[in-house]
């Protein structure tokens, strides 16, 4: 059911280049979770499989994710654009999980929710949902919320290129820094041509490096917080997706890995990152999710808000 999903997405992509195969992934799940005689098998039959593909294929995709980023393009945009970004990453992640816990939202939503946000959208709230045990279903509301408000910005941002005064890089820039999943970004950026889409990759790939420190801290906090049970399953301090998503990282570093391979690579981790995201947006209850739907597109548009703003300025004060 989830290979199926990845094909009708794929085609989506196709016929609507502006609509990003991860996005259609998400909602193609959603969809099926609530269409007549599909749903009682996605929630029946079906459920351990899609289960399988959000967990397992996820952290694959993850792994893969490492060999789009070396360590030459960090350093290459300077310690000015590192040092906006990561500010622009912890302002959104503290800011997001203050926000979500004083709204009151249930479980590890606030939690994945600033992670989707600040780091790299649904992949990044896939990773930290492994370490710190996350209902299946607080993770599918993450993912649907942090994926439509990632939607959005591809409509939303190109009209304001102008308006803010931003020129070609610094747009690219802006929406590199602002918005969630790298497929999210190429779209948005894209509409300002091969300069802003560089400069957007870029600086997304720098946020998707602090993937790894972010798991880990979530790690280290989730084993403080059961250390007062002794029975209970701790999780390694950097699990092994991680360290292969560094170890790939390593590997593109050396340069010796041919193009070829690495457009099949990229091409690999997205079918698997489609799955996975068809398995969790096939998890969502909207029933429940309308429930907590105030609270939730209250913390959703807050953060989008920070995260906007917080990259906004800082790419102002670096270029």
């Given amino acids: 059911m989830a290979a199926a999903g990845v094909a009708v997405a794929w085609a989506v992509h196709r016929l609507v280049p502006a609509v990003p195969m991860l996005t259609a992934a998400v909602v193609l799940g ?5 269409t007549p005689g599909v749903r009682a098998r996605v929630r029946g039959a079906a459920r351990p499989g899609l289960t399988l593909a959000g967990k397992r294929l996820m952290r694959v995709g993850v792994v893969l994710l ?31 999980l203050w926000l979500g816990r004083r709204l009151g939202l249930r479980g590890d939503q606030p939690l994945l929710i600033a ?22 279903e607080d993770v599918a509301t993450s ?3 942090v994926t439509l408000c990632g939607t959005l910005a591809i409509a939303v941002l190109p009209l304001l290129h102008h308006p803010l005064g931003l020129d070609d890089a610094q747009f690219g820039r802006w929406v590199g820094a602002g ?28 946020r998707v490096a602090l993937l ?24 390694a ?11 790939m990282v390593g590997v593109r570093t050396t340069g010796l890995v ?38 939730v597109a209250a913390l959703g548009l807050c953060s989008w808000v920070v995260i906007a703003g917080a990259s906004y300025g800082g790419v102002l004060l670096t270029t």
């Fill in 30 to 34: 959603i969809a099926a979770a609530h």
């Fill in 143 to 145: 993912v649907a919320l």
């Fill in 258 to 295: 041919p193009g070829g391979a690495l457009d099949l690579a990229q091409h690999v981790q997205e079918l698997l990152l489609a799955a996975a995201l068809f398995g969790l947006g096939s998890a969502v209850h909207l029933p429940t999710l309308v429930r907590t739907g105030g609270r």
């Fill in 66 to 96: 490492g060999l789009k980023l070396s360590v030459g393009d960090v350093l290459g945009l300077g310690w000015a654009t590192v040092a906006m970004v990561v500010a622009v990453v912890a302002a959104t992640f503290f800011g997001t």
């Fill in 212 to 235: 790894a420190p972010l798991v880990a801290a979530v790690a280290v906090s989730v084993r403080k917080r059961r250390q007062a049970a002794p029975s209970g399953k701790r999780p």
């Fill in 179 to 206: 918005v969630h999943d790298v497929g999210q970004v190429v779209a948005t950026a894209q509409t300002a041509g091969p300069e802003a889409l560089t400069d957007a990759v870029l600086v997304k790939l720098m």
């Fill in 237 to 247: 301090l950097v699990p092994l997706f991680v360290l292969g998503f560094l170890a």
């Fill in 115 to 136: 992670t989707g946000y600040s780091i790299c959208g649904a992949s990044a709230i896939g990773a930290v949902s492994e370490v710190s045990g996350s209902d299946e």
